[in-house]
């Protein structure tokens, strides 16, 4: 019942030039068309590439697919490098990070001021921040088997978002687990702060760092919807339902400080809305329900007409240690992870409860690795370490049936290694990059470039086969001829089409 599920990859990743900056040239042509290219994209910057995979049977076959889309980014950047760490390299002020082009058709026009509009409203420099996001959905023979189990009599779709939605409400519970064993990210460049106050620590002139950070990126200082509690707005995860509803609500809402920011001004758009959000996936979450969307289908419309197909954990930072970003036994012990929250009981989130997942996450990020940590739970406090202990135990039964569903052992491994890292905070991958960044004399810079240049000779001396390297040629040719057929067929104008954009019903109205 367990085997058979679907596994997919994004990884971001900083192009940056010889002196370490972020790369002020366009996306390489030879890639593709961002705008349409299903597995070579960019985020939020012209110089952010993502990397996609499909969905994979098997966490190896994920793996390969980024590493060989990897080999074939490197071919077309020249002296280029792509960055090895989830905090970005220096940072030249805020102008120095360019932001992504798409086109100009009315599709693209959209994503690129989108992204014009996340630069006014919280800086460019936090979104150039770059993680690996791990998409996972059940075998679809799972749900009916799990249902019958159950004696549930709901409609199956209905059935499986309301399984999903409890598997996403307990991730967010147990979330501060994932910063705490795969964070990566507890030093930055002074550039990136801009000369803004902060509480971490001085590394050396040119770096800062939490002495016990696990992942600043999933702190204070990186891409969180801080402003909540001013613009009182958090998306509600009792149902599917009411999780849809709280992001129309939010999409569909002027927000006072937005409005001050402007839309159309000067001849161009600044925003696309002054609303609390632009479109639904400006929210931040740690992780989010997904249906994939039909041509231009927006989320929450995709989610209420086909229901939750699969989940989006996007709280994993890139992993400096490994070339690909990520590595097998972290995928094994996510999958568990997940299996285990989606099986586990998940009573709704009240009030009281949010505060306590908010601050715990906030907690870990800046000072995980601290000797009896204390978290809250149920209003009480219970130590990192002790808790961390009580998910493995649970997750005991998940892996062992993960391992015989799947004919192996390497579930039960990677569960065991990460107790290990559980024991011992010093084999996190976060205490590792500062205790390199000691012995050898280096900041973060020195540290990130080191690492990178090992990661570009990884990718230099790898080959694709023929077939892999003719499959990602002909993506790269078929995207520019998609989006060449999108530029073609606009027939409204742009202020036509958001307006079609943002009123589409769930009837498709």
Known sequence: MLAGAAIGLEKETLRVSPDGKIAQTPHPAKLGAPLTHPWITTDYSEALTELITPPCTDAREALNFLRDAQV?????????????????????????????????SNAGMMKTIYRRGLGYRYGRAMQVIAGVHFN???????????????????????????????????????????????????????????????????????SCYGPAATSLRMGDIGYQNNREAEIGFKANYDSLATYIASLEYAISTPCPEYEAIGVFVDGEYRQLNANILQIENEYYSTIRPKQTPVNNERPALALRRRGIDYVELRSLDVNAFDPLGIHQSQLDFLEAFLVFCLLDDSPLISDTERGEIDNNELLVAHRGREPRLALARDGRAVLLHDWALEVCDGMELVCGALDEANGTTRYMAALRQQREVIRDPEATPSARMLREMRDNSEGFFDFAWRMSRAHEEFFKQAALSPARESFFHEAASSSWARQEEIEAGDTLSFEDYLRRYYTETAEGD
């Open 72 to 104: 074939f980014v490197y071919a077309a950047l020249g002296d280029e490098l792509l960055w090895a760490t989830s905090m970005p390299c220096v940072v030249a002020g805020e102008t120095s990070i360019p932001i992504a082009r798409y086109g100009p």
């Open 136 to 206: 996972y959905s059940m075998a679809p023979e799972f749900w009916p088997a799990y249902q019958q189990l159950l004696g549930d009599r709901q409609a199956p779709e209905d059935f499986r978002s309301t399984h999903y939605m409890g598997l996403v409400r307990n991730l967010q519970r147990l979330g501060w687990l994932v910063p705490y064993l795969f964070g990566a990210s507890p030093a930055v460049c002074k550039s990136f702060l801009g000369g803004k106050p902060t509480q971490l620590e001085a590394f050396d002139e040119n």
